[in-house]
């Protein structure tokens, strides 16, 4: 399975960004699809999860309400709108691929991850 990240960027603080997670075959059809972040010197965390049917999303609550996570009707993409943009941001933003149809916060669940895209938020 290969997950290709795209769309990072710089941005000014209080911008928007669309991020893109396409994958190779119809995964995302079957397993669900979650979106974590790195920034420097801090530990990847969870930011969203979609289910593989679209029905289901969870998000963090550093992201809530600004975040938002969908996948196209193939189910060939998955999309993090990030909106109301902080510094705090910056990270390099990563999708990857759940063992299971459902979505969860815990790293070790996703065996399948994409190279990441670099998300930078000036002030």
């Known amino acids: 399975v290969q997950l290709q990240a795209s769309g990072g960027g710089l941005v000014q603080a209080g911008g928007s960004l669309r991020l893109s997670c396409a994958a190779s075959?119809?995964?995302?059809?079957?397993?669900?699809v979650g979106w974590f972040r790195q920034a420097p010197g801090k530990e990847r965390e969870f930011l969203s999860g979609?289910?593989?049917?679209?029905?289901?999303?969870h998000y963090a609550d550093s992201v809530k309400g600004r975040f938002f996570i969908s996948m196209d009707n193939a189910k060939k993409s998955v999309f993090l709108q990030m909106n109301s943009l902080k510094p705090e941001d910056t990270a390099v933003y990563y999708c990857?691929?759940?063992?299971?149809?459902?979505?969860?916060?815990?790293?070790?669940?996703?065996?399948?991850w994409g190279q990441g895209t670099l998300v930078t938020v000036s002030s």
């Open positions: 990857a691929r759940h063992r299971t149809p459902f979505p969860t916060r815990t790293i070790n669940d996703y065996p399948f």
């Open positions: 075959g119809s995964t995302f059809s079957i397993y669900a």
């Open positions: 979609i289910s593989s049917t679209g029905g289901a999303t």
